[in-house]
């Protein structure tokens, strides 16, 4: 008995319990309620007499303790599960911290979320190339903070100059253009476009074909297009087939448009191009293509399919528009720059202006032009121009 005493006391956090079905030599618990299939809980006297202020009518159900265990044994579980997290971010941690001191491409700040994704990354070289997207992108904010900053104290030294200077303004017959009078503007020309303007289509089929930061990049690029074809003088009207939604594509558009997405002047369809347009009409523009565009055509639809130019599906835009029997043309950079090496893959942007550029006036230098000089030697001697 002693032994038992002992035993109990030295344990902190619970109770040794014994079950038994007498009373021999044990005081025990009475169940007020109606007759159960549940056995009594017996404890010591000593116990009693540690605890005066117990009810010797307390009863104690076995099925309710099993339930408290249970619910003890879960929560041991999910903290070991956390831990375990835990641990994993931690060394994921050092591992991004290592990278930086070693001089490659690291982001400052890495999330939780970030390191999340950088764990289900399945090999070394993704996880480098998303680090190095991380880095980018932090660092094209951090530019675009300091532009904004400077240009906020450029205003408030304008600001502080127009209230020093007491002068009165000059009259004059030139009237002031509003930012808000030029939109108008341009959405008037993007309007008129829709209606009476040369389509181009950008197919929106390569969604499964890209990685998340390769998609993201897309978007960027197809909204460059969009701007810059809004500020043209004479706009293309804008389609993108093949739009899903609620699709990665159309999830990432209307998070980039933040609301705007619904005012923009383009036309949006899941339909695909060749069931919309006339297939003799169609011309799908691709640096794979065996066929060389010599000449702009009023009349012809160009397709740009939606791909960046780091993706690694060589040939993919040309097998779809063999696929669906469509021609196909690429840009004649070997005929008017000095490109000896290196992928003829332009952005989506480049291709936008160039194209803008072709249907304006139809100088290929012009429009060629907008090509970056880090790709190329220079313009051939003697570049013709059509026109």
Known sequence: MRLMNTTLRTIKSSIKILVQEGGNGWSSFKIPHSVTQYRRLMVSQCMKNEDPKS????????????????????????????????????????????WRL??????????TEQLKVL????????????????????????????????IKSKMEILDQLKKDDTRELKNTFLLKFWDKSMDLMQRWKSA???????????????????????????VRQVMECEGCNRRSDDPFHLYFCSLQTNGPYHKELVKRYMGAWDNILVTTTEKSHVDIFPQDQLVYLTADSPHELKQFDHNKIY??????????????????????????????????????????????????????????????????SFVP???????????????
């Open 119 to 150: 764990m289900e990354l399945p090999t070394k070289t993704a996880r480098k190339k998303y680090l190095k997207f991380l880095c980018i992108k932090e660092n094209i904010k951090r530019s675009n903070k300091e532009k904004k900053k400077e």
């Open 55 to 98: 009810d010797s009518n307390e009863t104690i159900n076995l099925e309710e303790w099993k339930s408290i265990l249970k619910l003890g044994t879960q929560s041991r579980e999910k903290e070991e599960i956390q831990v375990h997290e835990d641990s994993s971010l931690n060394g994921m941690r050092e591992l991004v911290e290592m």
């Open 303 to 368: 397709i740009i399919g939606s791909l960046v130019d780091k993706c690694q599906q060589t040939g993919l835009s040309l097998a779809n528009a063999k696929r669906l029997n469509l021609a196909t043309a690429r840009l004649p950079l070997d005929r008017y720059l000095k490109w000896d090496v290196g992928a003829k893959n332009l952005t989506l942007d480049q291709m936008m202006r160039i194209l803008i550029c072709l249907k304006e006036g139809g100088d290929w230098k012009k429009a060629l």
């Open 373 to 387: 000089t880090r790709k190329h030697e220079g313009f051939i001697e003697r570049v013709p121009t059509n026109k």
């Open 102 to 111: 070693a001089g490659r491409a690291v982001p400052e700040l890495v999330t």
């Open 192 to 218: 008129q476009a829709m209606k009476f303007g040369q389509p181009i289509v950008f197919d929106m089929v390569y969604e499964k074909y890209m990685s998340r930061y390769e998609l993201e990049n897309t």
